[in-house]
């Protein structure tokens, strides 16, 4: 075995038995490069990535392949999801050098770091040919790679400079965005227009606060479109709920099979945000099955969530393929069915518009059950009993199949995406497993990832932290514990928020750039400062850190974090080109308009009111509250014994108070 063995990430020691010499990143390992002077090979995956396992099997699990990198490289495994750190610099590197990323991400550089060349998926010759013409110009001709090498820095680094912007009114700039977006709007199945189809969620969170605050009742319609079609699609599992990754169509039907945490997180508090304008059933469905698959098959005893499932899994002759725990072909589907295949066949599409490919079917809806029921001479109610009864029994069966490979170390940043879902599922349905769930996941961050020193850790598995954490880790979990106060009204979770604030404002704020860097200044630098700006399926950790210091400079009237906030948002949002990469930031801005309020709730019943106020969705209000007097500076002497008071605010300055929530709540809403 090679050195991974010693590692604990699922994806390193899948590679543990390889021929490859594969080392982990770190300061030996770096520091070997350099003695020995030698380039390093940086491959870059995870676990659940079907193309990486493709190319370990094909490459790295192959002796002549292993003979070539092992004889003239340092060879290094990263797990992306682990290290995104290292992920991230070397993926803008293969965007600058091919205008395209991906993983599996492979990258040769320089004995001190640099890159020089690299791409993603590559065939086995091809990629012992492309290393030995490398190592051949690395000793013939030395000078051109560190040319190359030099010229890929600067452009690296350039990428980090935010230029500064003259623009006087931002405002003036956010329709014209949102009109170019929605060029690039699929109005048949919702989404983008094109494939493969990522949910995006943030993308329209976004979308839905925008049309509503701004009565733009067609950008609603297209949300409801789209959140309606992915919940119909094969991208979700009707039958055990959570989605997948993305789908490789423009109808969300056949996906890439990967489960990954951080996906259903976003999900969950998409959907309930979507229920609470809607009250769509579909969307509650959709919740209460994702949460339950989150539950089942993810939640730990320790109340932490794992990783990810991976798309690939054993088929009846034992081999590894993708998807399949999650196809069925029509023959196995009659057999289970029985005598409700026809029925069965029109609502999940068994019929060209459901094929996959050879004789499999991914499961997808196309129509509602109303229409459904018409057509059939059934009543809904019947249509929807026996819909729950086809999805129990394939369940049934599906389970007694092989499993997809679980990833089982815990992400702090994931944790704090899915800790939020569940918050967010408890606002919108009052379910109180779900947040006894959520303070189970704070309670197990508290205590096993935020260490005496202050700092969080990135990642735990078999009882141990490991990694310094990242910005990732500090803003989701500050926007985590403050949307646990907003259902408890318990100011321990702004404390904790405001001294994780208080921790990445020393260790991960740059002054000179007005952002915050991915790395905390106690890690070893990499090759060039990482300022995460753009957000991805994952909203970037200095959009939800500028969200987040918003929040809490109203909680403390703390006019340092406020200026802060706003000088993030106003250096991004002149420079937006493409708003899809930017909706946080848009989302962020729009907690600057005129239309934002705060309400404060001071009464003996305030966690009671507080709940009907959740269940409504009003995106632009800040709301606060307490028990008894409160010495949060929002709060400070706004508690009266016996009665009930209803603080509208806006712009710093508040209404005289009401004494009866539904007057405040009009107030709110006006």
Request: proline share 3%; charged share 20%; glycine share 4%.
């Amino acid at each position: 075995m090679n050195e991974l063995s010693k590692e604990t990430s699922p994806y390193l020691l899948q590679h543990a038995n390889n021929p490859v010499h594969w080392k982990a990143w770190n300061s030996n390992t770096l520091s070997q490069a350099k003695t020995n002077n030698q380039l390093i090979i940086v491959s870059i995956g995870y676990s659940a990535c079907h193309w990486c396992h493709v190319m370990e099997h094909e490459s790295f699990e192959d002796n002549e392949v292993a003979q070539t990198m092992n004889a003239h490289f340092t060879n290094i495994k990263v797990d992306r999801e682990e290290r995104p750190d290292v992920d991230a610099v070397y993926m803008k590197a293969i965007q600058i050098m091919t205008g395209r990323g991906g993983w599996p991400l492979n990258i040769v550089t320089l004995p001190d770091g640099r890159p020089i060349w690299g791409g993603t998926y590559f065939r086995k010759n091809e990629w012992i040919n492309s290393l030995e013409q490398l190592q051949e110009l690395y000793q013939s001709q030395p000078e051109k790679m560190l040319e190359y090498a030099e010229k890929l820095q600067t452009g690296l680094e350039s990428l980090s400079i935010i230029p500064e912007s003259k623009t006087e009114v931002l405002q003036d700039l956010i329709l014209p965005l949102i009109e170019k977006w929605k060029k690039s709007f699929d109005n048949d199945f919702g989404g983008m227009a094109r494939a493969p189809k990522f949910m995006m969620p943030n993308n329209y969170a976004f979308l839905m606060r925008y049309g509503f605050q701004n009565n733009d009742q067609a950008l609603l319609d297209f949300v409801d479109l789209t959140l309606t079609k992915m919940a119909y699609g094969g991208l979700f599992d009707t039958i055990d709920g959570g989605f997948s990754r993305y789908s490789v169509d423009m109808k969300w039907h056949v996906p890439h099979f990967e489960k990954m945490l951080y996906d259903n997180g976003q999900l969950v508090s998409l959907y309930a945000d979507a229920y609470k304008r809607t009250k769509n059933p579909l969307y509650k469905e959709v919740i209460e099955k994702t949460l339950s698959f989150v539950t089942r098959e993810w939640l730990t005893d320790e109340g932490a969530f794992y990783s990810a499932l991976d798309a690939d899994s054993l088929n009846q002759e034992a081999h590894l393929e993708e998807g399949a725990f999650y196809v069925w072909t029509e023959i196995e589907l009659k057999e289970i069915l029985k005598e409700d295949f026809d029925l069965f066949s029109i609502v999940f599409n068994i019929n060209p518009f459901g094929h996959w490919e050879h004789d499999h079917y991914v499961l997808i809806q196309s129509q509602t059950l109303e229409a459904i029921s018409k057509q059939n001479e059934i009543s809904v109610v019947a249509l929807q009993t026996k819909k729950q009864q086809w999805e129990k029994m394939l369940y049934a069966v599906r389970e007694n199949r092989s499993k997809p490979r679980l990833d089982d170390k815990c992400l702090t940043s994931w944790n704090a995406l899915m800790l939020k879902g569940f918050v967010d599922a408890y606002k919108a349905l009052h379910d109180q497993n779900y947040l006894e769930i959520a303070h189970q996941n704070a309670a197990f961050i508290i205590q096993k990832l935020w260490s005496p020193e202050g700092n969080l850790l990135h990642s735990y598995k078999n009882n141990q932290a490991s990694i310094n954490g990242f910005l990732e880790d500090y803003a989701t979990v500050i926007e985590a514990f403050i949307a646990l106060y907003e259902v408890t009204f318990d100011e321990k979770w702004l404390q904790y928020s405001k001294q994780l604030a208080d921790y990445s404002l020393e260790h991960f704020y740059d002054k000179t750039s007005s952002f915050f860097t991915f790395k905390s200044d106690l890690d070893e630098a990499l090759i060039t400062t990482h300022y995460e700006t753009e957000d991805n399926v994952i909203p970037a950790s200095n959009s939800i850190i500028a969200k987040n210091l918003y929040r809490l400079s109203i909680y403390f009237n703390h006019s340092y974090y406020e200026k802060i906030s706003t000088e993030m948002i106003h250096k991004i949002i002149p420079n937006i080109d493409y708003p899809s990469a930017f909706s946080n930031w848009l989302d962020a801005f729009l907690n600057l308009s005129p239309q934002q309020k705060e309400l404060a709730i001071c009464s003996k019943d305030a966690v009671l009111f507080s709940a009907q106020y959740n269940q409504e969705y009003i995106p632009n209000v800040v709301i606060a509250g307490t028990t008894q007097q409160s010495s949060l500076p929002f709060l400070a002497e706004r508690f009266v014994e016996q009665k009930n008071l209803f603080y509208v605010c806006q712009n710093k300055t508040c209404d005289l108070p009401q004494e009866h929530f539904e007057a405040a709540f009009k107030d709110l809403t006006s």
